[in-house]
């Protein structure tokens, strides 16, 4: 089997992966993904190239070279296959040839499906298929196993590849501090055996663990906060982070509070119900719906009775005006936030602000002097999407590579000192395991 890492050697983000058997017969990519950084080192800005064409971004070298892969040549690759619903591993998949078949979970499925509606991500749902995790398929000769992973990404996958004699696992986006932590301790009670490499995450090499260790030490600090609350928590998370969604709803629960969500996660909610019943929806309850004009008229074009379906939990401001000391609002850094929302309500002293993202983001946003001026106190209570150091060891030490090549990292020289067996490459390079 050949293995080529086009993108992730020595980044985290635009992760792209392709195997090859022996044969030549076959070959399959992993992730398509979005790069985060420019090979200069500086952020990556997608709007810079937009209205590119497929041939120009390749030219560029922002799209992976991969043969084979693309509408401007013929179709060679057998299929593509989406660990999990974030940009910098499906970012690129609008560019994908049209007859080339993406395999996805169903969970990482509903979630492009929501970010084709309101995000710019372009999918073409057409020629994608869900697998089932644990539940082997075929792609040609490749036997693929998906395995369910604790990630802030609902439902994202790793991949155990087999063809050739040989093994691969791809470990994907993972962690073991999440909602689902079991995931990775059943993993390491009962390691997959004989694996001849291991492609392993290592976003949180070199990167500080922060205050607040897992998902529960999350809920109970938000919880905490809302105790105390006489005016309005507005809590800034994505909606597609379903395990902090339920964090937060746990916490406004436990408080008596209403969480008030938009339209947009809303949907999402709705559309993930089926991965668990701890999910929150909109009929639950303490949970309201903010009906934003711009999110409801995108809901429109697509399906006019969701706007029926969530009106039995419909607030408006006078609602949410009436008992502030109750009210979590989930927010976005956005126009919408400046305005309407904080104009509209005109917090007053007491009123917080839980950031419950990446600090990161942070850098590049006038978000915490905007909510200054309201009078909105900041906090910040996060936990990392990626797995610590410490998990990384344990992982490594199950599954005993034959040979560990580094990805989605910002320090892979870092590996050789923590992890056996590793073997740094450059992106491009071709393998053979
Ligand atoms: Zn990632």
Redesign the pocket.
């Known amino acids: 089997m050949k293995l080529k890492i086009h993108r992730g050697t020595h980044e985290?983000?635009g992760?792209c992966v392709e195997l090859g058997t022996d044969s030549g017969k076959t070959r399959i990519v992993i992730d398509i993904?979005m790069p985060l950084v420019t090979p200069e080192g500086s952020t990556f800005e997608w709007r810079e190239y937009k209205g590119q064409s497929t041939k120009q971004l390749l030219e560029q070298k922002v799209l992976p070279q991969v043969d084979g892969l693309y509408p401007c040549q013929s179709a060679s690759v057998s299929a593509l296959l989406v660990s999990h619903a974030?940009q910098?591993?499906y970012g690129f998949l609008r560019f994908l040839h049209p007859d080339i078949p993406v395999y996805m979970s169903g969970g990482t499925r509903g979630i492009v499906e929501v970010s084709n509606l309101f995000l710019d991500t372009r999918v073409n749902l057409g020629q994608v298929q869900s697998f089932t995790m644990w539940q082997q398929f075929q792609i040609g000769e490749f036997t693929i196993t998906p395995y369910l992973m604790d990630h802030s990404a609902p439902d994202a996958a790793a991949f155990l590849i087999e063809a050739d004699g040989k093994r691969v696992f791809y470990t994907g986006?993972f962690r073991g501090h999440g909602r689902k932590g079991i995931l990775l301790k059943r993993l390491l009670a009962d390691p997959i055996p004989n694996v001849d490499c291991l492609i392993m995450e290592g976003s949180m090499i070199g990167r500080e663990e922060g205050i607040y260790s897992d998902e529960g030490a999350v809920e109970r600090a938000i919880a905490k906060i809302l105790a105390n609350q006489c005016s309005y928590t507005f809590v800034f998370c994505s909606s597609q982070n379903l395990d902090r969604l339920v964090s937060i709803y746990r916490a406004v629960k436990r408080h008596r509070k209403i969480l008030v969500v938009d339209l947009y996660t809303a949907l999402v909610l709705d559309k993930l119900h089926s991965l668990s019943d701890n999910i929150p929806q909109f009929d639950w309850r303490g949970i309201r719906v903010l009906y934003g004009y711009a999110h409801a008229r995108k809901i429109a074009e697509y399906d006019k009775g969701l706007l029926y379906r969530y009106r039995g939990s419909k607030i408006n401001w006078d609602d949410i005006k009436s008992q502030p000391q109750d009210m979590v609002i989930l927010a976005r850094d956005n126009r919408y936030l400046r305005n309407p929302m904080l104009r509209k309500l005109q917090p007053s002293t007491g009123a917080k602000a839980i950031y419950s993202m990446w600090h990161g983001y942070l850098e590049r946003t006038d978000l915490q002097k905007v909510l200054e001026v309201h009078h909105v106190e900041f906090v910040e209570i996060h936990t990392s999407g990626h797995a610590y150091v410490s998990s990384l060891k344990e992982l490594a030490l199950a599954l005993r590579p034959r040979v560990m090549y580094p990805i989605?990292t910002f320090q892979p020289e870092e590996f050789g000192r923590l992890f056996a067996n590793v073997v740094q490459i450059q992106d491009g390079e071709e393998r053979e395991v």
Do not use: K, N, R, T
């Open positions: 985290i983000g992760s993904g974030h910098d591993h986006d989605h």
